[in-house]
């Protein structure tokens, strides 16, 4: 196995339910959480046809076509998008936590890019034959040995310039201060696309508050089936989603991809302020060309 398969595995973030909030009324009446309903089942209709559309329209145009399906689609669910900071306009890699299969919504609403998602994704109705269309490179997670030929691929996107969207936790945990996180943090195996490509990584923070808490509500986590998470969203009052751009790291050539990813990481979950009697020393500079 070469280096790189050593960091695809299945991980595990230890989050279920006991992480989700306990079970209370809906914010929302019966009637709303039904027009919802229909308004998703709608914007999965759009999806249909726009996954036989893209592959027609100029690159700028099918951005903005996702976009703006992305986009209604959360308005759809009732969930309001907050964005903070700028979005690249260029090629780049965008590597964001894992917490809800609404991700992917907020993160294409707000930076329209390929998707790394996993095979089976491919096999989901309207949605597979969407994310196919938009250009999404999948990894088969059972074959280890395959994952060298995944990351070449989003290298070639990279230098093709299009940005490509991971999530390197490689799994949904809860989040919101619950004490959950992935065994490992960030796997580094797709950050060395971005070292061969040349291109830079920009991580995106992503959480959510409902009632104006944070919130662990729209978490998919392990076992639970998606009809259980889409229900919980549905009868959600005032549930955000906010998107941080955080600032684009610059990969000096031959950077080891495994701090790049720790600064990636570091970026997006801030390690606790402690007391130092020397001042501390970033690692990033070591690992970035600052100048690029």
């Known amino acids: 196995m070469t280096p790189l398969g050593e960091d ?7 989050c279920g339910p006991r992480c989700l909030p306990h079970a209370t009324a809906p914010d929302v009446s019966a009637p709303r ?20 559309l893209l592959p027609l329209l100029p690159a700028a145009d099918r951005r903005a076509a996702l976009r703006a399906w992305a986009r209604t689609t959360l308005r759809a669910l009732g969930v309001r998008l907050v964005v903070r900071g700028r979005p690249p306009r260029r090629r780049a890699l965008l590597v964001a936590n894992h917490v809800s299969w609404l991700d992917i919504l907020a993160v294409l609403a707000v930076s ?7 095979r089976e994704v491919r096999r989901w109705p309207v949605l597979g034959a969407l994310a196919a269309a938009a250009g999404t490179i999948f990894v088969d997670r059972s074959r280890p040995r395959a994952l060298p030929v ?23 945990w809860c989040g919101a201060g619950s004490g959950c996180r ?14 061969v490509a040349g291109a830079p990584v920009v991580p995106l923070g992503i959480g959510y508050r409902h ?16 009809w259980a998470s889409l229900r919980r969203v549905l009868a959600a009052r005032d ?24 600064a990636a990481e570091a970026a997006i979950h801030p390690a606790p302020p402690r007391r130092s009697p020397v001042p501390l020393v970033s690692p990033v500079p070591a690992l970035v060309d600052l100048a690029a």
Do not use: C, I, Q, Y
């Not at 695809?8 to 230890?14: E, F």
């Not at 329209?112 to 996993?118: G, I, V």
């Not at 995944?150 to 996107?157: E, R, S």
């Open 8 to 14: 695809l595995w299945r991980p595990t973030s230890g």
């Open 33 to 52: 959480r039904v027009g919802r309903l229909f308004g998703v089942l709608g914007m999965l209709v759009v999806g249909a046809g726009l996954a036989a």
């Open 112 to 118: 329209p890019a390929r998707m790394l998602a996993k």
């Open 150 to 172: 995944t990351v070449a691929g989003v290298a070639d996107a990279l230098r093709a310039g299009h940005p490509v969207v991971v999530f390197p936790e490689g799994t949904t």
């Open 182 to 195: 992935p065994t490992r943090g960030f796997r580094p195996a797709m950050f060395e696309a971005a070292v």
């Open 211 to 226: 009632a104006g808490d944070a919130s662990t509500l729209p978490a998919f986590l392990g076992a639970e089936t998606l």
């Open 239 to 262: 549930l955000n989603v906010s998107v941080t751009v955080a600032a684009a790291l610059h990969p000096a050539d031959g950077a080891d991809r495994r701090l790049l990813a720790r």
